[in-house]
């Protein structure tokens, strides 16, 4: 036994002393690109599978919901398309009986920069909202309200609703009113937001324990809702500079 517990020790100290060690050293990388004109044909029976989905989806998104005016785009402080958005979501705020003092969305939550002139489709707004993000009401104390409007401000702006003139100078706030008021820290304002912005989103932590509103209303469809709507009452989809925000010399 003790000549067997030798043998073992023997055998591990001989295998050990054997072993080789890797050092990891720092090796230069180099990157080449390949290009390819390789071209893969579509799958006749995958192709024939979807194709009844394909056609749906496209009839679905090919509707027109609406006409726009003129070219709506997206721009900082302020833009045509960060307008209409907002007051969209104003407007559905209110179609679904909540209460709100005004609307903001972040300003990457515009997906595309502009929506062209003319018929405008279901498909469009999907590609402007294409995430499944939802329309949140949420109770700002008037403090705490300053410090989203600062936020704001050191983007250079974001789509806001109407009602509401911010002054920016250097990327600081240096007024706000709403509804022809000055911000005051004394009362509490309800603002409607994508979920996103409520949850934190863009450097907004501080709005995650504040009491909310859960609407359930996704965004994208207070937009096609309030196309339809404009479309059915025979206007057009416009949107104008206002001088929500002012960006001061």
Not at 88 to 95: P, S
Not at 163 to 171: A, D, E
Not at 217 to 238: S, W
Request: charged share 20%.
């Amino acid at each position: 036994m003790r000549y067997l517990t030798f043998l073992i020790l023997f055998l591990f100290t001989i295998c050990t002393s054997c072993t080789t060690v890797q050092h990891v050293s720092k090796t230069n990388v180099s990157y080449q690109p390949i290009t390819t004109t390789t071209v893969i044909a579509p799958d006749d029976e995958i192709m024939t599978m979807i194709a009844p989905y394909k056609e749906q989806l496209d009839e679905e998104m090919n509707e027109v919901i609406g006409n726009v005016a003129q070219e709506l785009t997206k721009r900082k402080p302020e833009s045509t398309l960060g307008n209409w958005y907002t007051d969209a979501m104003m407007a559905g705020t209110e179609k679904e009986g909540y209460v709100a003092d005004f609307a903001i969305s972040n300003y990457g939550g515009l997906r595309i920069p502009y929506l062209s002139a003319g018929p405008l489709t279901r498909g469009e707004i999907f590609e402007l909202c294409p995430f499944d993000n939802l329309l949140v009401i949420v109770d700002i104390p008037g403090d705490l309200l300053d410090t989203l409007l600062n936020q704001i401000a050191e983007s250079e702006g974001w789509p806001i609703s109407k009602g509401v003139v911010m002054t920016i100078k250097n990327n600081q706030l240096v007024s706000c009113t709403i509804d022809n008021l000055p911000v005051s820290t004394s009362r509490n304002y309800k603002v409607a937001m994508p979920d996103y912005v409520a949850n934190g989103g863009d450097n907004l932590k501080m709005l995650i324990p504040l009491s909310r509103i859960q609407t359930g209303k996704l965004i994208r469809d207070i937009l096609i809702e309030h196309a339809l709507e404009t479309t059915k009452n025979g206007k057009e989809i416009t949107a104008a500079i206002e001088g929500r925000v002012i960006i001061q010399k």
